[in-house]
């Protein structure tokens, strides 16, 4: 067995364990320049104010850059398990098992305790993987395959791993210097940890080149490698190799299999995959995929009818009409109904009667309210909004219309015999791009994209004062939902809340108050990177917990009664 070393330059055709550190001449392919934050953010600045699709401006490599930019990692999920302090790539200290000219047999790995490092007691429902590349060389492309894994607490590098959920990435060289995102779905069950690997095959080509993404920010777990030709038969820590960087690696899921228990159901369009999905409105929203979208155009109107909540009814901005089997997911074409003068269609709601109402718009330009008859695929026109910006429509309960303004960023009223707008207030963020609203579950909700914090947001709108909350993220900010449509119950509550226990104000600026008819034993707050930030005993029926130091954001709770523990999501102005 040979010893692990750090390939020089000089060992022509010799295998090691590579370091960017070594200069390397490859299969003479040119890499593009990598794009940087500041582009993004000065493109992003140009484009101004659109209704269109995000995805005909930047790439989803680009929007996560520029969603982590304004945000972080911790933002990007409703949990992100991560055990990297930070998510630059460091070039300089990427790895991989490998030759001059190709990567040989490589396995990588992390393990993560979800109870007992990141507070995660129900187990996880993962919906992708991320990881980083460094240098990419390949004339044709290669496949990386991503395996999650479920195994017992304490026991990696040893015992038994259980394959959850398995999916393959197709490496090119567009993928140097990047963070890739990988759908991949898996269960892992309530007292298991998680071991996460990737697995690169040596095809024997010599044409394919890469090193896994690093840096030296820290790490707060180790990250193993699995390499025979490089000497390590079975996964070793990079620190006993000598080795100081850490693999920039994040797992995104859901603390709480099953969604948040409450019968109510959002329906809407993912632009972004071109596909009909639905979440759980009360809570930050894990997409599943009902059907695929023949719209050629942006679909940014539907609703869902009110006589008939199995069928929606959508338009995309050129005007096709279709009627939607949420069931099957299946669309059928109505035919085509244009919207007035220059505008196109940008949102649609029914009101309690089955009447479907549109909104259309041309930006800075002009907006018209119209009705639309289902039966007959036509339009009449209400009359204008005087809106510069309308990009959306909802109708409450009391058969009240708003609709939002990506111009001013402020949330209208519209008469919806006349048309007329009256501004409400701010939204209280730059929305840009497609955006939807509907009414449903007792709540005014927005699926929006932030173009500050560069996120596609699920929001809950005040309707008194315009001002509106964030939920959560669309598959961690890049998935762009335009229309949206909520049917069902009231607002559900945690399927594993405590009976008899309560806490105040939610949100909350710096206290927030305990109360419960038998003894908390204890409370620990964790963050949305499962990293514990409060955690302290109580052994008492009432008490006070200080969040003042916290930054905003959304917080899990546990709190422990009796030995029984709930979990709530506490928001932190």
Not at 144 to 149: D, G, P
Not at 261 to 272: H, I, L, R
Not at 550 to 569: D, H, P, W
Request: proline residues 4%.
């Amino acid at each position: 067995m040979r010893k692990i070393t750090l390939l020089l330059a000089c060992f022509i055709g010799s295998v090691g364990l590579m370091n960017a550190q070594s200069s390397f001449t490859g299969g003479g392919s040119t890499q593009e320049p990598a794009v940087t934050i500041e582009s993004l953010l000065t493109r992003l600045q140009t484009i101004g104010d659109v209704s269109g699709n995000i995805n005909d401006y930047f790439t989803q490599k680009e929007q996560r850059m520029i969603n982590v930019h304004f945000n972080g990692v911790q933002n990007i999920a409703p949990v992100v398990v991560t055990q990297s302090n930070s998510q630059t790539i460091d070039l300089t200290t990427s790895i991989a098992c490998a030759s001059p000219t190709s990567f040989r047999n490589n396995n990588l790995f992390r393990a993560f305790d979800l109870a007992g490092d990141f507070g995660i007691m129900n187990g996880l429902d993962v919906s992708a993987v991320e990881f980083a590349l460094g240098t990419v060389t390949t004339p044709t492309g290669f496949p990386i395959t991503a395996n999650i894994y479920s195994a017992t607490p304490g026991a990696f590098p040893g015992g038994t791993l259980t394959l959850q959920g398995t999916a393959v990435y197709n490496a090119t060289n567009a993928d140097s210097a990047t963070i890739v995102t990988l759908p991949l779905t898996a269960s892992i069950p309530a007292g298991e940890a998680m071991v996460m690997e990737l697995v690169l095959v040596d095809d024997g080509t010599d044409t394919n080149f890469m090193r896994f993404g690093c840096n030296n920010d820290g790490q707060t777990g180790p990250s193993y490698i699995q390499a025979a030709d490089c000497g390590a038969a079975t996964p070793t820590d990079f620190a006993a190799l000598g080795l100081t960087q850490g693999l920039v690696w994040n797992v995104l899921g859901d603390d709480e299999p099953g969604g948040g228990g409450g019968p109510a159901m959002a329906f809407g369009v993912n632009n972004t995959a071109a596909s009909l999905v639905s979440w759980d409105p009360t809570a930050a929203p894990v997409l599943t995929t009902l059907g695929v979208s023949p719209a050629v155009g942006f679909e940014n109107a539907g609703s869902i009818d009110p006589n008939d909540e199995g069928t929606a009814w959508v338009l995309d901005n050129g005007g096709a009409f279709y009627s939607v089997d949420l069931a099957s997911g299946v669309y059928t074409s109505e035919g085509t109904i244009a919207a007035p003068g220059a505008e196109t269609w940008s949102g649609a709601e029914f009101d309690a009667s089955g009447t479907l109402y549109a909104i259309s718009v041309a930006i800075n330009a002009s907006s018209s309210l119209a009705t639309i008859d289902i039966t007959n695929a036509t339009s009449t026109v209400v009359g204008p909004t005087g809106m510069l910006g309308a990009i959306s429509l909802l109708i409450d309960s009391n058969g009240d219309g708003y609709s939002a303004d990506i111009v001013d960023d402020n949330l209208y009223f519209i008469d919806l015999a006349t048309g007329a707008a009256t501004p409400l207030g701010s939204l209280g963020f730059n929305a840009n791009f497609g955006q939807g609203a509907c009414f449903g579950n007792g709540t005014a909700y927005l699926s929006a994209y932030n173009s500050d914090a560069g996120q596609s947001q699920w929001r809950e709108l005040d309707l008194t004062t315009g001002s509106s909350t964030l939920i959560g993220l669309f598959n961690g900010g890049s998935d762009q939902v335009a229309w949206s449509s909520v049917i069902g119950g009231t607002a559900g509550v945690a399927e594993n809340s405590l009976k008899d226990f309560a806490f105040y104000p939610n949100p909350a600026t710096d206290v927030i108050s305990l109360k419960s008819a038998n003894s908390i034993d204890s409370v620990a707050i964790f963050n949305l990177l499962g990293q514990q930030v409060i955690s302290t005993t109580i052994g008492a029926t009432t008490s006070d917990i200080n969040i003042a130091g916290l930054t905003t954001g959304t917080y899990i709770m546990k709190v422990t009664v009796n030995g029984q523990t709930g979990t709530y999501k506490v928001l932190k102005n």
